[in-house]
């Protein structure tokens, strides 16, 4: 069985960083395509990034390009959400989800198979 367990969230202030994590254990973590999605309270499931399962390339929703890098290894079955420049609006549960795949991103939340259960992040101004 597929389990995702993100790490990492936490308080930051508007322009600090946080990284969070993702460690995937059961499967091929290297055959998934992964994602990050956030919620925020009244809102919907947000895409936030995607990565091949090569790691070569990224993807990322226009509200966090430039600031949001997201990265693999393979080695370690984990992924990353690196996050700089935080401001406010980007409070929310981040959730990280795994589908099979290869070098393809997916971007709705109903392509993936796995989620965690996701990372409280909050960004006072």
Excluded: H
Aim: net charge neutral; charged share 15%; proline share 3%.
């Amino acid at each position: 069985q597929v389990q995702l367990v993100e790490s990492g969230g936490g308080l930051a202030q508007a322009g600090e960083s946080l990284r969070l994590g993702c460690a995937v254990s059961g499967g091929t973590f290297s055959r998934y395509v992964m994602g990050w999605f956030r919620q925020a309270p009244g809102k919907g499931r947000e895409f936030i990034a995607t990565i091949s399962w090569s790691g070569g390339d990224a993807s990322y929703a226009d509200s966090v390009k430039g600031r949001f890098t997201m990265s693999r290894d393979n080695a370690k079955n984990t992924v990353y959400l690196q996050m700089n420049s935080l401001k406010p609006e980007d409070t929310a549960v981040y959730y990280c989800a795994a589908a099979p795949g290869y070098d393809q991103f997916y971007y709705s939340d109903f392509e993936y198979n796995y989620w965690g259960q996701g990372t409280q992040v909050t960004v006072s101004p």
